[in-house]
């Protein structure tokens, strides 16, 4: 009878634990942006994007993708950012994809222009960098750059 009460004791204890954790890593996420507008960028890949990813200036999380779509003329990767209402960024600033390290995931990383007009909501970031792919980068450095043929 005794092992029962302990065990029960333990397996309530573990479920306590348990959804703790669940709680604190729902309220940590912070994945939408509350009363943020919205702006789009244009890239010629977006290799490792979904939308929730990051988006980023200065290492400070300013807003997430909310949506990826391909535009039917140019087959441009076209990707919606919602940012926070605070951060006016100005009409001159880029975007690039960057990586949080060799293993890591892949966020967007502002970089804010010198114009003193701000970028609209609905307004475009037009100076993008998309992915680089390290994988065909790796296989170009190990298999040779395509110079001279060997004699």
Known sequence: ???????????????????????????????????????????NRVDGVNAGTDVRMSGIKIGTV????????????????????DVKLPDDSSVRITSEGLLGGNYLSIEPGGSPTPLAA???????????DLIGLLGKTVFGAGGAPAQ
């Not at 609905?122 to 680089?132: D, F, P, V």
């Open 1 to 43: 009878m005794q092992n029962s009460i302990v065990e029960t004791l333990i397996g309530a204890s573990v479920l306590g634990v348990a959804v703790m954790f669940l709680v604190f890593a729902y309220s940590s996420t912070g994945n939408a942006v509350a009363g943020g507008y919205e702006v789009m960028a244009k890239f």
């Open 66 to 85: 909310s949506r990826l779509d391909l535009d039917p003329k140019t087959f441009a990767a076209v990707a919606h950012l919602n940012l926070r209402s």
């Open 122 to 132: 609905g307004g475009e970031i037009e100076n993008t960098q998309g992915a680089i």
